[in-house]
């Protein structure tokens, strides 16, 4: 990884993730296929359930955040070449978004050829490999693992290099156009890549920062997903001719409101979680801590306002609104 970071040409750089992540992808799918799941199972799982256990919706955020990550629009923003049209980005994103939606899919496929034995012994690798070698054969172990290894380190070259590039945009003045000089590239990037050496040497297993970290992923999802549609509706940033068109606003506008009832639901449990909320709701107001379907339904209510406000200020700043008929979406 820090081979790959010195490299000069971020092209190169670019190719090798992506062929990493082609080989992730064709072995966890790969995998999924050889446990020869269910195809009953699959369709029940494109029905979303969230189980009413503790924990269950930090899981929930962070497995969205894996999947829907938000700081790749930062690594996009910098690596982009001048002459890449905004149709060339449309399609990467789309392509780059249903492609880790498989490979996400394709893990959890894999995980429940283990659950039960999960749930008794705890979940290791070593319990995982074995699950594997009985339930498929030798052949997958070893798939499996080359799958792990290219997440890996894709993992670790994407880490370092969007926290350099981040870094270099808000503090270095140094540089000029070369996305990879300066000081601060070079220092950021080696020294997160350093820290998560310095956790595989101490053999710690940091899972539930990695959990709170996706989780938070998940949690900026509202806030960059009001970004975009703010951003995609301004004629002076996209030209006329780049502007969403009615449906996609439509479709934006429904993936805007899902993303603030996850993070709303998650923000409004930590605020009754409050000892202090608690008392003043149970001694005040006469009202016991809420049910899931009471916050569920009090996010998606408090998310129909944030979306109706958000949707007035695109309008009013398009100029479109002249009267409720003559809404006007170019």
């Not at 498989?102 to 699950?131: C, N």
């Not at 970004?227 to 068109?245: A, K, Y």
């Not at 009090?298 to 009267?323: F, P």
């Amino acid at each position: 990884a820090a081979a790959v970071l010195a490299m000069k040409d971020i092209k190169i750089i670019s190719n090798i993730m992506g062929a990493f992540v082609f080989v992730m992808g064709f072995t966890f799918i790969a995998v999924a296929i050889l446990a020869h799941p269910s195809a009953g199972d699959i369709a029940g799982g494109f029905v979303p359930t969230v189980p009413d256990v503790d924990g269950v919706s930090l899981l929930v955020l962070g497995l969205i955040g894996t999947t829907i990550v938000p700081y790749d629009i930062f690594l996009g923003s910098s690596v982009v070449q001048k002459d890449t049209t905004i149709r060339d980005m449309r399609i990467g994103v789309t392509v780059s978004v249903v492609f880790g939606g498989l490979i996400s899919m394709a893990i959890l496929v894999v995980g429940t050829q283990m659950s039960d034995e999960a749930q008794v012994h705890g979940f290791s690798y070593g319990l995982l490999a074995k699950t594997l070698e009985s339930h498929i054969g030798k052949s997958a172990v070893y798939v499996f693992g080359v799958g792990l290894f290219a997440a890996g380190f894709t993992s670790a070259i994407t880490s370092p290099l969007i926290s350099a590039l981040t870094a270099k945009s808000l503090f270095s003045k140094d540089g000029g156009n070369d996305i990879k000089s300066g000081r601060s590239f070079i220092s950021v990037s080696y020294a997160v890549l350093s820290i998560g050496l310095i956790f595989g040497f101490l053999q710690v297993e940091p899972v539930p920062a990695i959990i709170m970290a996706q989780a938070f992923n998940g949690l900026i999802l509202p806030f960059v997903s009001i970004f975009l549609f703010t951003i995609i509706n301004d004629e002076n940033i996209m030209g006329r001719e780049h502007v969403n068109s009615l449906g996609s606003n439509i479709e934006m506008i429904i993936v805007m409101w899902m993303t603030l009832v996850l993070g709303l639901v998650k923000a409004i449990r930590a605020f009754w979680s409050i000892d202090g909320v608690q008392y003043i709701c149970r001694s005040v107001l006469g009202h016991s801590v809420p049910t899931s379907d009471e916050f569920f339904v009090m996010s998606a209510i408090l998310a129909v306002l944030i979306t109706l406000a958000v949707v007035c200020y695109i309008v009013r700043k398009r100029k479109c609104c002249r009267g409720i008929g003559k809404i006007k979406f170019v």
